[in-house]
């Protein structure tokens, strides 16, 4: 029987793609983890019914055994964090570059069906035009867009040069249940919503001016299965956003208003190789994947704080 692989499945984004296939009836789902930034926890209500082995994507010999024979991989192990990728860049690099290529070396010598790969809207950089399309030139700006980049890049040509179906999906901005909070270099709506249950002040970098299409996870998680499904897609990349922009001003102001606190902001010098502003062009994702994000800025972090305030809750 012909399973579904999901790298980095334990991960925040990997694991709700596995509840998804889960959902949709998916018989066997193997996760590769190395748990370095996953967590079986994330897995918990579903782990008797995913097969979790814990391997390494910078090890080859150790995931191509996994990846034969899959139906579809979806490839989200990584690491990720612009200022993380600044202040380490070996084991991102490694881990973003060396990994996918395993990967996709072990979808392609293994005959698997398709991956989906997990790219980042980091790739464009700072455009002089919003919405970001998919046609505009990449100007990637930290090593973690860079890396993202080479990933679409090989993705494109494992398609090209051997066959291998790929499509590649520019995440902006992932948000919502299980994003872990704890690192410095966690997404910063995570961080905006500890700091509004601890009642402390979050950080934040520059003037708060600058702007995110911050996307719901389980949209993010449909439009992978989306990608899975649709026909004529091999080696096209597609932007996975909502459409919208937010500034960090206006996150934290929602933030404050669903937890009811009145914090002000601490203010910082602006983070090196940080993008301006983000919004994504959805046309062609919805044109060609069907994609439709179900989930307003205001009701994704509803939910998101109801998670963050169970787990505190159980914590104690
Ligand atoms: C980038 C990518 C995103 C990718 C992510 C992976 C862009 C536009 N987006 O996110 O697609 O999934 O990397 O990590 O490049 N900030 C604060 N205070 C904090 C933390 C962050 O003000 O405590 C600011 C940052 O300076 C930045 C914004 O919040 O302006 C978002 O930061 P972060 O959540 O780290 O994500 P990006 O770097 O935008």
């Known amino acids: 029987m012909s399973h579904y692989v999901v790298t980095g499945g334990a991960g925040f984004i990997g694991s709700a793609i596995v509840r998804r296939l889960l959902q949709e009836g998916a018989r066997r789902v193997v996760v590769v983890d190395n748990l370095l930034t996953g967590h079986e926890a994330n897995l918990e209500e579903v782990r008797h019914a995913v097969d979790l082995q814990i391997a390494d994507i910078r090890n080859y010999a150790e995931i191509a055994p996994l990846i034969r024979g899959a139906a579809v991989v979806f490839h989200e192990a ?3 964090s612009v200022p993380r990728s600044i202040d380490d860049p ?7 570059i060396d990994g996918t290529f395993n990967v996709l070396r072990a979808a392609h010598e293994g005959k698997a069906g398709r991956v989906v790969y997990a790219a980042s809207s980091s ?3 700072d455009t002089l035009v919003l919405p970001k399309v998919e046609s505009m030139n990449p100007q990637p700006k930290s090593p973690y867009a860079l890396q993202k980049l080479v990933g679409e890049y090989y993705c494109n040509i494992f398609t090209g040069v051997y066959g291998l179906e790929t ?3 520019r995440y902006f901005n992932v948000y919502g249940p299980r994003q872990d909070p704890s690192s410095p270099y966690s997404g910063v709506l995570s961080l905006f919503l500890k700091a509004a249950l601890e009642h402390t ?8 001016e600058q702007s995110r299409d911050f996307t719901y996870v389980e949209d993010v998680a449909e439009l992978n299965l989306r990608a899975a499904r649709a026909g004529n897609v091999a080696g096209k990349i597609y932007n996975g956003g909502n459409g919208g922009r937010i500034t960090l001003n206006q996150a934290w102001a929602t933030v404050q208003k669903l937890e009811g606190v009145d914090i002000p902001p601490l203010y910082g010098g602006p983070r090196a190789g940080d993008v301006r502003d983000s919004q994504a062009d959805t046309t062609a994702a919805v044109r060609d994947l069907g994609h439709a994000p179900r989930y307003s800025f205001e009701e994704g972090m509803r939910l998101t704080l109801e998670w963050y305030r169970k787990q505190a809750a159980v914590a104690k």
Do not use: L, R, W
């Open 201 to 208: 002040q979050p950080t934040i970098f520059g003037d708060g």
């Open 78 to 80: 990584a690491i990720p």
């Open 90 to 96: 070996v084991p991102s690099h490694e881990i973003n």
């Open 167 to 169: 499509v590649a999906i």
């Open 123 to 125: 790739a464009y950089g």
